[in-house]
């Protein structure tokens, strides 16, 4: 895993530029490995460290939903918080 981001799944545009269907708009939440290239580089946007806090095109297949644990309350009762946080990752 290289970052945590935040999907926007219905988005269709980056930039007023269309996306493809095997592409995501993200935007990087965390940094995990501040080195890595990012997958579909621009002029401005090379490394994870460039693309933090802004938004980028991320391939799906390398994208992971992370699941989130119930927050416990009391002993009987669970709090389900949902989210679109993902780990992104890159094959390298």
Same mark, same amino acid.
């Given at each position: 895993?290289? +970052?945590?981001?935040? %999907?926007? !799944?219905?988005? @269709? @545009?980056? &930039?007023? $530029?269309?996306?493809? *269907? %095997?592409?995501?708009? +993200? @935007? =990087?939440?965390? #940094?995990? $490995? =501040? %080195?890595? &290239?990012? *997958?579909?580089?621009? %002029?401005? +946007?090379?490394? =994870?460290?460039?693309?933090? !806090?802004?938004? +980028?095109?991320?391939?799906? &297949?390398?994208?992971?939903?992370?699941?989130?644990?119930?927050? @416990?309350?009391?002993?009987?009762?669970? #709090?389900? /918080?949902?989210?679109?946080? /993902? !780990?992104?990752?890159?094959?390298?």
């Amino acid at each position: 895993m290289v +970052v945590i981001a935040k %999907d926007y !799944q219905e988005a @269709t @545009t980056l &930039h007023n $530029v269309p996306l493809s *269907p %095997d592409v995501v708009k +993200v @935007t =990087v939440e965390r #940094l995990r $490995v =501040v %080195d890595a &290239h990012v *997958p579909l580089p621009s %002029d401005e +946007v090379i490394t =994870v460290s460039d693309a933090f !806090q802004t938004f +980028v095109a991320w391939p799906r &297949h390398l994208i992971r939903i992370i699941p989130e644990p119930p927050i @416990t309350i009391s002993f009987n009762l669970y #709090l389900y /918080i949902t989210s679109n946080l /993902i !780990q992104v990752f890159f094959i390298l």
